[in-house]
């Protein structure tokens, strides 16, 4: 499975196959251009600008943009679960998709713009977990200490993070380096901007959590 950062909260998450999913599109509005890329299909967390740019993918995909459970192309198990976009139980920004896929024998789970406080109905909805796609920006979202907690109740193999202040983000939001020192710096691989990652089952010891930070290339 190999998995670009594309920015934002935007993904693409590329199968064996080739079978391929972004994540959570944006527009230019962000102060990021984002990149122009094909998948079969593309889920969308909510209804935002900064989330919903389904123009943006090419190659028709389908959008997945409600709770569903889906299989693509006989391949990628697509599942979701509704949470909240804000700690009050929707009441401020509404409702808000995770997202989970199944891929390689991998679990990924990109949470969207979570804002609600952690707790155990969600966590045990959300596991199995390997790769963790995580808002850690606040504002509008979760916040570093409160990331750090899902982090720490998940227990993934690999953790992204993603909906933060990057150069040129118009959005009023923190920046990773927050959500990093939540952590202390251990563990901490940052790419190189652009880079794609792969991960197998092969990679992963089960014994620690690797954060990677994956630079967006704007």
């Known amino acids: 499975m190999k998995i670009k950062y594309l920015g934002h909260s935007s993904f693409l998450i590329t199968e064996s196959t080739g079978t391929s999913v972004v994540t959570d599109p944006y527009d230019d509005s962000v ?7 094909c998948a079969d299909a593309v889920t969308v967390s909510h209804h935002h600008y900064d989330h919903d740019a389904v123009k943006k993918v090419k190659g028709n995909p389908v959008v997945l943009d409600k709770e569903t459970g889906y299989v693509l192309k006989d391949s990628v198990e697509i599942s979701s679960i509704m949470s909240f976009h804000d700690d009050c139980r929707g009441k401020k920004r509404g409702e808000n998709i995770i997202f989970r896929f199944r891929m390689d024998g991998l679990d990924v789970c990109h949470l969207g713009d979570l804002g609600e406080d952690c707790s155990s109905d969600l966590i045990e909805m959300i596991l199995p977990v390997n790769v963790l796609l995580i808002p850690v920006g606040g504002t509008y979202t979760i916040d570093a200490k409160m990331a750090k907690e899902y982090v720490d109740r998940i227990m993934p193999d690999i953790v992204i993070p993603m909906h933060y202040r ?3 983000c118009k959005l009023d939001i923190d920046k990773v380096d927050d959500f990093l020192d939540e952590f202390d710096g251990e563990n901490v691989v940052i790419t190189e901007a652009g880079d794609e990652i792969e991960i197998s ?9 690797t954060i990677i930070v994956m630079e967006n290339g704007q």
């Open 31 to 37: 102060g990021y251009h984002m990149p122009e890329v």
């Open 166 to 168: 990057a150069k040129g």
């Open 201 to 209: 089952r092969d990679d992963l010891d089960g014994e620690q959590t």
